[in-house]
């Protein structure tokens, strides 16, 4: 690799990432100093617990989990639940977990403490760069998003590559080139078999609510028009043809996925549903976090959640802020919580694709 090049890449991706994860006040004379200052400070806190993890573990395989991130409280506790299931499991007893946000908001936020204590949390190109200059042989990347839609892509074709071309210039090449393998797990639903996998065992899980002429449905997030990278809101659809075929009340919409939103599910119910029955609400989300606490349940009770809505046209759908509540209709709980749906993940994990292979003439 070219030096010149590499000193040119790192000075801009410095300035691009410090700033991802750093919120400033000042003005733009000293805002690049703070990013860079802030950079350094992430980059040092994040290589001090992946050296100690390898110098006490001595594995030579590094898992990086990479969700989209949340503030609240009962979605980090999901997260944590995701990451012991890793280190609990066999399969992966010679891998170093670690655990990401892509969102720089969530980030920002859960150092502010926004509804719940303080935490630190870092973006996959820190860790990524902290487990190169540890210089673990193999690294896995698994994506904990639900489709391959922009969060994703971004940490397949951003994050990894600018790992692979050492985007800050001081990660040794030949280790680059020829020490480490590095794999990528895509998100939940990343093939349309996946979809299938996700619908049996949702039914697993939530059939009970389904029973009569009761009715589930599911709070997707989508992309919004002009976002659908991929064509990932297509699995949305899928997910939901492929629940009906198992049982004809459960559906699926989202919060962004245009013609996919609560009025074209409405528009898909009405008619079909009866007026004073049950509805029961669940986010298709890994954890349970802004969407769920507000544009499903509506904790705020500002009258735009979908359990309004569905109270308004008559149904049962209660939601009294109390998780532990069983008559609520509202299930807080991200798809995390439930094993037989990290189940797929983790099978995404150990089938995930190597990249950077040359390809044989």
């Known amino acids: 690799m070219k030096k010149i090049k590499m000193m040119a890449m790192a000075l801009a991706a410095l300035v691009m990432s410090a700033g991802f994860v750093a919120c400033s006040d000042n003005d733009e004379s000293t805002g690049n100093e703070q990013q860079q200052e802030n950079f350094t400070k992430y980059l040092s806190a994040v290589e001090n617990q992946v050296k100690a993890k390898k110098q006490q573990s001595n594995n030579n395989k590094a898992l990086l989990l990479v969700a989209f991130g949340s503030t609240w409280e009962n979605a980090h506790n999901t997260f944590k639940k995701v990451v012991a299931d890793y280190e609990g499991d066999e399969n992966f007893k010679d891998y170093d977990v670690y655990f990401s946000f892509t969102s720089a908001i969530c980030i920002n936020k859960s150092r502010e403490g926004e509804h719940y204590a303080s935490q630190d949390f870092y973006a996959p190109n820190f860790w990524l760069e902290a487990i190169g200059r540890q210089k673990y042989g193999e690294v896995r990347v698994q994506s904990l998003h639900i489709i391959p839609g922009e969060e994703f892509l971004r940490l397949r074709d951003t994050y990894i590559k600018d790992f692979k071309n050492n985007v800050y210039g001081d990660l040794d090449d030949q280790y680059l080139e020829e020490g480490v393998k590095v794999f990528i797990g895509g998100p939940l639903m990343a093939e349309e078999e996946d979809v299938a996998d996700l619908a049996q065992a949702l039914n697993t899980n939530f059939n009970q609510y389904v029973q009569g002429d009761n009715v589930m449905a599911f709070l997707g997030h989508g992309n919004p028009a002009g976002y659908n990278y991929g064509n990932g809101n297509i699995r949305y659809k899928q997910?939901?043809?492929?629940?009906?075929?198992?049982?004809?009340?459960?559906?699926?919409?989202?919060?962004?996925?245009?013609?996919?939103?609560?009025?074209?599910?409405?528009?898909?119910?009405?008619?079909?549903?009866?007026?004073?029955?049950?509805?029961?609400?669940?986010?298709?989300?890994?954890?349970?976090?802004?969407h769920a606490h507000n544009d499903m349940s509506g904790i705020e009770n500002e009258g735009d959640s979908w359990r309004e809505f569905f109270q308004e046209k008559g149904f049962i759908c209660n939601y009294d802020g109390n998780d532990a509540n069983t008559a609520n209709n509202c299930i807080?709980?991200?798809?995390?919580?439930?094993?037989?749906?990290?189940?797929?993940?983790?099978?995404?994990?150990?089938?995930?694709?190597?990249m950077f292979v040359e390809e044989e003439e």
């Open 332 to 354: 807080l709980n991200g798809l995390g919580d439930y094993e037989n749906i990290r189940a797929i993940w983790k099978q995404h994990t150990l089938n995930a694709e190597e």
């Open 239 to 290: 997910l939901e043809t492929k629940l009906q075929a198992i049982n004809g009340n459960y559906y699926v919409a989202t919060v962004d996925m245009e013609e996919n939103l609560l009025d074209d599910l409405w528009g898909r119910m009405e008619g079909h549903v009866a007026s004073g029955t049950t509805v029961t609400l669940h986010a298709l989300m890994s954890i349970a976090g802004d």
